[in-house]
């Protein structure tokens, strides 16, 4: 195996302005990596062509001496951006054969500061799962497995091929979406660190969109410094997305000094829900534990609306994934069915869709439709959205007190096997976002950074979750975290 | 709140998502257990509280009422599946 795949971003930065590597040798290493891990089935479509023009450019750059931080480094782009020319199609049938005529914002601005793309990453269809099992493409594979035990287990979702992806060294690092943890929930089940950023940091145009107000994009790296380097390059103002921020962007390695003295970080006592399994409180209080050694103040704190973010969630989401994904219509992109002699319009618009989204997607579609229908909006939608202010108004009042982010498990448990939710019904499913769906309707930055692996040599990670734009911060918290934790394991190779 | 296979028939219709009829007694089962999930909202006290509208306490930008792109037919088209004389082509709309 390669040694140049596996090198951080930082580490390759490095090396490339040391001209101690180019970005086509970097380039080559993921490629031959990729080729080598279809049985992960986290790569879905591979650019190479495009990978090695971008890498030839990039080392004249890095000749040149013109080189941003992510120039040469290759990186893996989750199927819900956009791409120009390159398939695009949220993990669904619904998209096939779409090649977008343009380039998403964030995806622009990562090649502007010359990153190079190896290829389109697995996910749940649309964004919709927590296991990466809703996928066109079939299940991506987390390159974790339990100790003497070859169980095929999911990375997560829905970013899940972004985090196999980089767990197994594809890439040097990928892209994820968040929309009630599906950057942070992947890269807890693989062992790597992800981060949501605050609602409207990086800008949402050109991402194929779930849920408009929850969805945001982050990195999804190795480490803690490769995720502060990569979000400088995503972030930024669009003026194509109304909701995207007009701050400047501040230098997020800049802020990882690693002093943390006397900041208060708060243990919301409601996260410590019935029936928690004992390693991942064990790990909670583990990292507690570290921060109050780097000099942090550990506060118990209260979030008293926590129980209902999953169901404000489960509204909300779906609500507005409904009103997306209208567009999915079989008229101007994508798929349409065959049509039946003396079919109209309708029975296009009915079959393209039935045939086209899978069955999570149809559910949530319809799940949506029913709570904004008539008669039921006020009782659901308007409601979720009371139950949002509240929710959003628990962490102010802790933040106002003068805590300085939230410490909290990532996960209810590591990685679970493909297929042993399946016969659960959709409700135990959703339960997996527990700890991660409350800072996207506060519109909060998380990250979850490994800390520990579990009885069966399972990953585990922690969250934590600071104040609005304060990702400098929270980086800086996480690294805290990292370095105390130690964690350096890597998966066995087997694929 | 209990859901019908009649009900489920009606937001499948509104979706504009095709269910075959011996499908929906499944569908309207998973409906039932989604909504008793959310049916837990009912609990909060939510008097006087305003409805979120936008997460982040900012006024949305405008911008000046003026074209700023067009003149795309071909990339507008592309990806249709049925694109004919410079526009989409569906079925009869109108009888």
Redesign the interface.
Known sequence: MSELSKLTLADARDRLRAKDVTSAELTEACLTEISGAGALNAVVHTTAEIARAQAAAADARLAAGDAPAMCGIPIGIKDLFCTKGVASQAASAILD??????ESTVTSQLWSAGAVMLGKLNMDEFAMGSSNEHSVYGAAINPWRRDGDETRLTPGGSSGGSASAVAADLCLAATGTDTGGSIRQPAAFTGITGLKP???RCSRWGIIAYAS?LDQAGPMTKTVRDAAIMLGAMAGHD?KD??S??LAVPDFEAALTGDIRGQKIGIPREYRVEGLNPEIDKLWADGAEMLRDAGAEIVDISLP?T??A???Y??IAPAEA?SNL?RY????????AK?AHG?????????T??EG?GSEV??R???G???L?AGFYD??Y?????????I?RDFETVFADGIDAILAPATPSAAFGLGEMSDS???QM?LNDVFTVTLN???LPGISVPTGIDSTGLPLGLQLIGQ?WQEGALLNQALVLEQAAGFSGKPARWW | MS?DTDT?AR??K??????EDQDLPA?AN??N???G????????D?DG????????P?R??R?DDVVTDGD?QP??L?????AREGF?A????VE
Do not use: C, W
């Open positions: 054969g779409f090649k977008p005529e343009y605050t609602y409207g107000s003026p109304s909701t921020a007009d609306h129980k209902y999953l169901p404000a489960y509204v409904s209208a219509d079989g008229v101007r992109f994508g798929h349409r049509l079919d109209g319009i309708t029975e296009m618009y009915e079959k869709r039935a989204f149809q559910r579609i319809m799940v439709t029913y709570v229908s009782a659901y308007n409601r979720a959205r009371k139950v949002r202010t509240l959003k019904d959709p409700v959703y309707l506060a519109g609005p | 859901i489920a937001v499948a509104l979706a504009r998502i095709r269910v569908l998973e409906f257990g989604i909504l999930f959310i049916e837990q909202l009912a609990e909060v939510v509280v305003e409805p979120m509208t936008s997460v982040t900012m949305l930008k911008r795309q990339a507008v592309a990806n249709a599946p049925d989409f569906v079925p009869k709309v």
